[in-house]
């Protein structure tokens, strides 16, 4: 009778986790990066200091000689003011309203271009343009080429005379931010179009489903975090808006169309409150960074998802 001896496998070879670095060898591969971050600092942290302690003193540029500091006291004026209560209304409104409409129409034409069709990279650019136009001309353009009630291209197509920046004045303000920023949304909801999966679609094809029943319980649902996406980085820039109220309307009639950033422009410039219109900025900053943090978190969110596929 034979013995046979086994022998144990030699156990595998577990993977060894990367050393890292020491703390120096780390900042030697930072340092190409610190004279980058320390302009950067510089350029934004410093200015945004400078402000914060302006927001805590009493100066008005008509008595340069006479400052006094005066704690938040500049805060409570900004949140107790009647103009700047109308000035956020007419904020939310306008960014809203601005988001909104761009949405829908950077939707449709989104489903648009994710055809087939003759001629679709030349429309895709023509479509693309007017969010490549600068702020200020765009808003002189709708202004003087569109609205003008003398020769303005709506009256020339309709008829009448109608002063549309006089009659209409925040629908005039968002016609023109939705012009503009509807590419961008359009951008945004076709590359999201183009990630589904052609398989999943094909499929409900297969089985009965119809082009509505698609577009509304799967297309939709797909777009969910691209929706979210380009209403939140919509929302931070048009909350900043200030090119189109000052070129089409000065804030008016009265203050129908007076936003926070263009309250904050005539506090400094036409009220000369440098201490009270420093503490509406840092507001308006504080505002921004909390639609910011979402916008970020919906943008972590949606990187997570792609790399889970």
Do not use: C
Not at 49 to 64: G, I, K
Not at 120 to 144: C, D, G, Q, Y
């Amino acid at each position: 009778m034979t013995d046979v001896i086994t022998r144990a496998d030699p156990k595998p070879d577990l993977p060894v986790a990367p050393k890292r670095g020491s703390s120096k060898e780390r900042w030697i591969r930072r340092a190409p990066l610190l004279p980058g971050l320390i302009f950067a600092l510089i350029i934004t942290q410093v200015p945004f200091l400078f402000t914060l302690v302006l927001s805590t003193l009493d100066w008005n540029a008509l008595r340069p000689g006479d400052r006094s500091f005066i704690g938040i006291d500049n805060y409570i004026t900004v949140l107790s003011d009647s103009r700047l209560r109308s000035a956020l209304v007419n904020t939310v409104l306008l960014t809203a309203g601005a988001v909104i409409f761009s949405m829908i129409l950077g939707l449709l034409l989104a489903i648009l271009l994710d055809r087939k069709f003759f001629g679709r990279s030349v429309v895709r650019t023509l479509l693309i343009t007017p969010f490549l136009v600068m702020p200020i001309a765009a808003a002189l353009v709708w202004k003087h080429a569109l609205y003008n009630p003398a020769y303005g291209l709506i009256n020339g197509i309709f008829g009448g005379s109608t002063d549309w920046v006089s009659s209409y004045p925040k629908a005039a303000v968002i016609a023109t931010l939705v012009w503009q920023w509807t590419p961008f949304m359009m951008l945004i909801l076709l590359a999201g179009l183009q990630s589904q999966s052609e398989e999943i679609l094909e499929a409900a094809r297969v089985d009965g489903a119809n082009a509505w029943h698609i577009f509304t319980r799967m297309t939709i649902p797909h777009l969910r975090q691209y929706l979210e996406l380009g209403a939140l980085l919509g929302s931070i820039y048009l909350v900043n808006t200030f090119d189109a109220i000052f070129s089409i309307t000065q804030g008016g009639p009265g203050q129908a169309t007076t936003n926070l950033p263009y309250e904050i422009y005539l506090t400094t410039f036409r009220k000369f409150e440098y201490g009270e219109a420093s503490a509406a900025g840092v507001i308006v900053v504080i505002l921004t960074i909390i639609v910011a943090t979402f916008a970020l978190r919906v943008i972590s969110s949606l990187f997570r998802m792609e790399e889970n596929r």
